[in-house]
């Protein structure tokens, strides 16, 4: 069976050197468990081996018959480790990524490029070149830039590029311990903040693309969100319930400038299959469509170092109720279309 991971990470040697010299954010590590546990330890665990080993990568995938991946930056962003060094780590990634790409293009079919977000001006020529010089397939933003949401005034330039320039969106979450489950606390506790907190933040970022209009003004740009669509397959009926009980609310705080029902902009993203069960498949066809499904594993972040994410992720299509061609495209197909791939 032939399949491509379109939502999976990696760390390049050069980037992964610089970004821990260039770190500049003081909860750098708290982005992620990973890092926590590195920083902890002073011992890659299985994931983080995964993230900076190529043969541990390799060695892995080879486990899979006909598995290829789609390649993309493991957080936090470039932004969030060093925001005055977020423009050279982009560069310095998306550099490697390309080379990858060339050097081994059995293993992987495509990457998504990183962007300086905190500085839009740079972040459009980025993706231009990762886009016209680097040949990448896509681009990957993360659901907040520094705090600061996506449909602010200084990144509307940021997605006319990705419009305009026809480049698909890997939306990834991004939220640290330190982000409080409590206004009376200082940190989150039971990493609360990345296994229900992330699924959060990827919604919040969705409803703002929505609301701001920012969907509406580019109606055909591709957003694949990370983690089976988040929280909005699973919400879509007390979503339509509370938009239609709230019609006029919404009506006076978009300022009127949508021009269909709110639920029909939410149709247009994308979901993987990072919630790893037959159940979120089954929830995420009923809303998206199964054309909107893409294989996706978040592979290396499990305690296998991506084994289990993968056997999980293919388990959770074929016992999903799509039928055996919805399955296929799942698993190829539509991940082809998405990135413009040739198809197979």
């Given at each position: 069976?032939?399949?491509?991971?379109?939502?999976?990470?990696?760390?390049p040697?050069?980037?992964?050197?610089?970004?821990?010299?260039?770190?500049?954010?003081?909860?750098?590590?708290?982005?992620?468990?990973?890092?926590l546990?590195?920083?902890?330890?002073?011992?890659?665990?299985?994931?983080?081996?995964?993230?900076?080993?190529?043969?541990?990568?390799?060695?892995?995938?080879?486990?899979?018959?006909?598995?290829r991946?789609?390649?993309?930056?493991?957080?936090?962003?470039?932004?969030?480790?060093?925001?005055?060094?977020?423009?050279?780590?982009?560069?310095?990634?998306?550099?490697?990524?390309?080379?990858?790409?060339?050097?081994?293009?059995?293993?992987?079919?495509?990457?998504?490029?990183?962007?300086?977000?905190?500085?839009?001006?740079?972040?459009?020529?980025?993706?231009?070149?990762?886009?016209d010089?680097?040949?990448?397939?896509?681009?990957?933003?993360?659901?907040?830039?520094?705090?600061?949401?996506?449909?602010?005034?200084?990144?509307?330039?940021?997605?006319?590029?990705v419009?305009?320039?026809?480049?698909p969106?890997?939306?990834?979450?991004?939220?640290?311990?330190?982000?409080?489950?409590?206004?009376?606390?200082?940190?989150?506790?039971?990493l609360?903040?990345?296994?229900?907190?992330?699924?959060y933040?990827?919604t919040?970022?969705?409803?703002?693309?929505?609301?701001?209009?920012?969907?509406?003004?580019?109606?055909?740009?591709?957003?694949?969100?990370?983690?089976?669509?988040?929280?909005?397959?699973?919400?879509?009926?007390?979503?339509?319930?509370?938009?239609?009980?709230?019609?006029?609310?919404?009506?006076?705080?978009?300022?009127?400038?949508?021009?269909?029902?709110?639920?029909?902009?939410?149709?247009?993203?994308?979901?993987?299959?990072?919630?790893?069960?037959?159940?979120?498949?089954?929830?995420?066809?009923?809303?998206?469509?199964?054309?909107?499904?893409?294989?996706?594993?978040?592979?290396?972040?499990?305690?296998?170092?991506?084994?289990?994410s993968?056997?999980?992720?293919i388990?959770?299509?074929?016992?999903?109720?799509c039928?055996?061609?919805?399955?296929?495209?799942?698993?190829?197909k539509?991940?082809e279309?998405?990135?413009?791939?040739?198809t197979?």
């Amino acid at each position: 069976m032939t399949m491509i991971d379109a939502f999976c990470h990696i760390l390049p040697a050069k980037y992964e050197e610089i970004r821990w010299a260039r770190a500049g954010s003081k909860d750098f590590a708290a982005s992620s468990p990973a890092h926590l546990q590195y920083v902890r330890t002073g011992h890659k665990a299985p994931n983080y081996e995964g993230l900076t080993s190529l043969d541990a990568r390799f060695r892995m995938m080879d486990e899979f018959d006909g598995y290829r991946q789609v390649i993309s930056l493991a957080s936090p962003s470039p932004e969030h480790i060093a925001p005055k060094s977020s423009t050279e780590l982009s560069t310095i990634a998306n550099d490697e990524l390309a080379e990858l790409l060339v050097k081994y293009p059995t293993r992987f079919a495509g990457a998504a490029g990183a962007v300086p977000m905190n500085e839009p001006d740079a972040a459009c020529r980025e993706i231009e070149r990762l886009v016209d010089e680097l040949h990448l397939c896509a681009v990957q933003i993360f659901t907040n830039v520094n705090g600061r949401p996506l449909d602010a005034p200084e990144f509307r330039s940021v997605w006319k590029t990705v419009a305009d320039k026809g480049v698909p969106v890997l939306l990834h979450p991004a939220r640290s311990s330190t982000h409080a489950d409590y206004a009376s606390e200082q940190d989150s506790k039971f990493l609360i903040w990345q296994v229900f907190g992330w699924p959060y933040e990827s919604t919040a970022a969705m409803a703002r693309l929505v609301f701001s209009g920012l969907m509406q003004t580019h109606p055909r740009m591709k957003i694949l969100v990370h983690h089976t669509a988040a929280m909005i397959p699973f919400f879509h009926g007390r979503m339509q319930s509370m938009f239609d009980q709230f019609s006029e609310d919404l009506a006076i705080l978009t300022e009127a400038r949508l021009t269909q029902p709110p639920i029909e902009y939410f149709r247009r993203f994308y979901g993987d299959m990072g919630a790893f069960s037959p159940g979120a498949v089954n929830v995420a066809k009923d809303f998206l469509g199964a054309d909107h499904l893409l294989f996706g594993t978040d592979a290396p972040f499990d305690a296998t170092g991506g084994r289990s994410s993968i056997r999980d992720s293919i388990a959770a299509v074929n016992n999903s109720s799509c039928t055996e061609a919805e399955k296929s495209n799942i698993f190829t197909k539509n991940v082809e279309r998405f990135f413009d791939f040739p198809t197979s």
